[in-house]
């Protein structure tokens, strides 16, 4: 029989993000809380990018949405703020990312196991 989770999102430490950016000497971090996730299946989490937080172009092995919650994030070329959803196949290379000057905070969601992130053309993990 299926199971129900229920997860308070407080009680959920944030993780400090594995690839800090350090421009002009000032250090940028992304932040990430995974809420909710079934194994196999979607995993939900909340992201907080620091400002001008940059994150290169790569892909993922699940689909993937991004709902901005505040800020603006520009992806490639294109900038994009509160409200927007932005869904990316799995396998499909995009980016890079970068935060606005006030930061952004969104909501991730994998439609299962993302294995890691990668760089585009490429099997490795980064």
Do not use: C
């Not at 029989?1 to 959920?12: L, N, P, R, W, Y």
């Not at 993780?15 to 995993?43: C, E, M, Q, Y």
């Not at 919650?69 to 409200?83: D, K, S």
């Not at 994998?110 to 990668?118: E, L, M, T």
């Amino acid at each position: 029989m299926g199971q129900v989770k229920i997860v308070d999102e407080t009680k959920i430490p944030w993780t400090l993000g594995t690839h800090p950016i350090a421009k002009d000497g000032v250090l940028r971090n992304s932040h990430t809380r995974f809420i909710a996730s079934h194994n196999p299946g979607p995993r939900m989490g909340r992201v907080v990018y620091d400002p001008f937080y940059r994150s290169e172009a790569h892909w993922h092995a699940a689909n993937e949405i991004i709902y901005i919650l505040r800020g603006e994030i520009t992806v490639g070329e294109t900038t994009h703020g509160t409200g927007t959803a932005i869904t990316i196949e799995a396998k499909t290379p995009y980016g890079p990312l970068v935060a606005g000057p006030e930061g952004a905070e969104f909501i991730l969601i994998f439609d299962g196991d993302a294995k890691g992130s990668y760089k585009p053309g490429s099997e490795e993990r980064s």
